[in-house]
T-cell receptor, first 118, second 107 residues
Framework: EVQLVQSGAEVKKPGESLRISCQGS????????IGWVRQMPGKGLEFMGR????????NYSPSFQGHVTISADKSISTAYLQWNSLKASDTAIYYC???????????WGQGTLITVSS | EIVLTQSPGTLSLSPGERATVSCRAS???????LAWYQQKSGQAPRLLIY???RRATGIPDRFSGSGSGTDFTLTISRLEPEDFAVYYC????????FGQGTKLEIK
């Protein structure tokens, strides 16, 4: 059974750093890109970027380039989303998803709620 | 950048009725890289339709997708109670665009 399990909810202060994770199982993790999607409170879905676990160069949507870092460690079947300096506007649920073709996602993680507040 | 516009924003229907959700692209799509997702409250999205009209694995046949060019449609033939959710269209193929969502609510 394909599963993507994300790390738990976080409460952080503005300016703090954070890395959340997404561990895949039930399939060959290295064979599928992983994408990250943001959902701000009460809002729609936004595609942030994607990474091939076998290739160290992620691909970012313009709106997120320079604000987050996407990485992956195929040896432990885990992808990461990282912030160096959080802002209140980063408060959202972040989903990872397995991509089967370009940005087409067939399996999703359960989501990680990030709350940034002073 | 291609923009996807869904309509209506909210659709109020009763179980057993037929639901139709529209997704219009700002430019004609050269390929049918159009997907539909369902998101229930508090849950992750679920892939329903890809390639404009292909049902994903395990999706009931009451869900269907159609369209080409700039106009695409998700149809739910007979609504079940579990179908009331938010639906998103997505353009893929090195694009990063989702529609803004359509909330399907019980009338």
């Amino acid at each position: 059974e394909v599963q993507l399990v994300q790390s738990g909810a976080e409460v952080k202060k503005p300016g703090e750093s954070l890395r959340i994770s997404c561990q895949g199982s039930g399939y060959n993790f290295a064979s599928y890109w992983i994408g990250w999607v943001r959902q701000m409170p009460g809002k729609g879905l936004e595609f942030m970027g994607r990474i091939d676990p076998s290739d160290p160069y992620p691909n970012y949507s313009p709106s997120f380039q320079g604000h987050v870092t996407i990485s992956a460690d195929k040896s432990i079947s885990t992808a990461y989303l990282q912030w160096n300096s959080l802002k209140a506007s980063d408060t959202a649920i972040y989903y990872c998803a397995r991509l089967i073709e370009w940005e087409l996602a067939d399996f999703w993680g359960q989501g990680t709620l990030i709350t940034v507040s002073s | 950048e291609i923009v996807l516009t869904q309509s209506p924003g909210t659709l109020s229907l009763s179980p057993g009725e037929r639901a139709t959700v529209s997704c219009r692209a700002s430019q004609s799509l050269t390929s049918n890289y159009l997907a539909w997702y369902q998101q229930k409250s508090g849950q992750a999205p679920r892939l329903l339709i890809y390639g404009a009209s292909r049902r994903a694995t395990g999706i009931p046949d009451r869900f269907s997708g159609s369209g080409s060019g700039t106009d695409f449609t998700l149809t739910i033939s007979r609504l079940e109670p579990e179908d009331f959710a938010v639906y998103y269209c997505q353009l893929y193929g090195n694009s990063r665009t989702f529609g803004q969502g359509t909330k399907l609510e019980i009338k």
